[in-house]
């Protein structure tokens, strides 16, 4: 099964591989990322944003339970601060959802802003799309939590 229909059938590690290849900018995602545009559209994303300790983590895990309760599959892109070790995301946002952690309708993704201004990675658009692909219904982009200057999730939610 190639890499579309995988992701389409929900396929976390492959869609997480693929997510992690945007980030890495390695040439072989960009005509992934692609094949997947005819499966977008259809999911309901919501941007959360403010200054640190502000509860954007807290919001978005109720959001999760309210959603779920609803029977709605979830994707939520936790973007965190870069690991000046790793390169990577430091993982606090996706720590404090460790209860959704288990639920197979609840993808959880950090990206690391690896440098990127206004609170988002460069990767996030591209890992919207995935997730959509995945088929959720409701994705929800948590930015890094950097204050007023978060503009940039207002070009990819909804809401």
Do not use: W
Request: charged letters at 25%; proline letters at 4%; glycine letters at 12%.
């Amino acid at each position: 099964m190639d890499i579309t229909k995988k992701i389409c059938a929900g396929d976390v590690r492959c869609a997480s591989r693929l997510i992690r290849d945007l980030e890495d900018k390695k040439p072989q995602a960009r005509p992934r990322i692609k094949k997947l545009f005819p499966y977008t559209g259809k999911s309901f994303i919501i941007g959360i944003t403010g200054s640190p300790g502000a509860g954007k983590s807290t919001l978005t895990n109720a959001l999760i339970g309210e959603f779920r309760k609803h029977r709605k599959t979830v994707g939520v892109l936790a973007v965190d601060p870069t690991s000046p070790f790793s390169g990577g995301a430091i993982l606090g946002d996706r720590v404090r959802m460790l209860r959704h952690a288990e639920d197979e309708d609840v993808f959880i993704r950090s990206l690391a802003t690896r440098g990127a201004l206004g609170g988002l990675s460069q990767a996030v658009g591209d890992a919207i799309h995935v997730m959509e692909a995945m088929g959720k219904d409701v994705i929800i982009v948590e930015t890094v939590g950097i204050g007023q200057q978060e503009l940039d999730i207002m070009h990819h939610a909804h809401n």
